[in-house]
T-cell receptor, first 114, second 112 residues
Framework: ELKVEQNPLFLSMQEGKNYTIYCNYSTTSDRLYWYRQDPGKSLESLFVLLSNGAVKQEGRLMASLDTKARLSTLHITAAVHDLSATYFCAAPRRTQGGSEKLVFGKGTKLTVNP | DSGVTQTPKHLITATGQRVTLRCSPRSGDLSVYWYQQSLDQGLQFLIQYYNGEERAKGNILERFSAQQFPDLHSELNLSSLELGDSALYFC???????????FGPGTRLTVL
């Protein structure tokens, strides 16, 4: 059964600092998704990583995927308050009938303090 | 705005009752997924429909059922509600299976 683990689950950081969130998954997957969720809101797609070695950047966030290590990282550069949110990684799992579902990590709640 | 719509936004009901949550996928998307987000269980996949047919089932209780209609909108029916069913219910859609899913704003269900 596919399991997705994120760490840390809670992250409090100061503005201007850098940090990395880690996402490990237990079985082979060729794709990995990162989502952002603000309190009580929906999931906003941040990155879709489609292959081994994929790296994508958007503003102060950069995500990478290592399928051999079954590891994805979300790196935050020079954090600002607006980045405060919960970040989820998700890996797809094949289901019977050729479909797939997303298996989510527990999320990392990021708080950026001034 | 992902283009996926869900109604209602909030629902407050009592134990033992039945409710229906509605989802309209993005234009052109054939696949609809339902997820439940609760504090203790996190985000869990419930069920998927593709072009009107059930394609995959996750941790969906027998008290819950869903369907996708010919116009591709989907409904999630929750019956004999219990306090533990209180959660955020998200619908997501994609063009086909195995591609990126786009999430709706969610329905917050509170069972009192």
């Amino acid at each position: 059964e596919l399991k997705v683990e994120q760490n840390p689950l809670f992250l409090s950081m100061q503005e201007g600092k850098n940090y990395t969130i880690y996402c490990n998954y237990s079985t082979t997957s060729d794709r990995l998704y990162w989502y952002r969720q603000d309190p009580g809101k929906s999931l906003e797609s941040l990155f879709v990583l489609l292959s081994n070695g994929a790296v994508k950047q958007e503003g102060r966030l950069m995500a990478s995927l290592d399928t051999k290590a079954r590891l994805s990282t979300l790196h935050i550069t020079a954090a600002v308050h607006d980045l405060s949110a919960t970040y989820f990684c998700a890996a797809p799992r094949r289901t019977q009938g050729g479909s797939e579902k997303l298996v989510f990590g527990k999320g990392t709640k990021l708080t950026v303090n001034p | 705005d992902s283009g996926v719509t869900q109604t209602p936004k909030h629902l407050i009901t009592a134990t033992g009752q039945r409710v229906t949550l509605r989802c309209s996928p993005r234009s052109g998307d054939l696949s609809v997924y339902w997820y439940q987000q609760s504090l203790d269980q996190g985000l869990q996949f419930l069920i998927q429909y593709y072009n009107g047919e059930e394609r995959a089932k996750g941790n969906i209780l027998e008290r819950f059922s869903a369907q996708q209609f010919p116009d591709l909108h989907s409904e999630l029916n929750l019956s004999s509600l219990e306090l533990g069913d209180s959660a955020l219910y998200f619908c997501a859609s994609s063009v086909v299976s195995s591609v990126e899913q786009f999430f709706g704003p969610g329905t917050r269900l509170t069972v009192l």
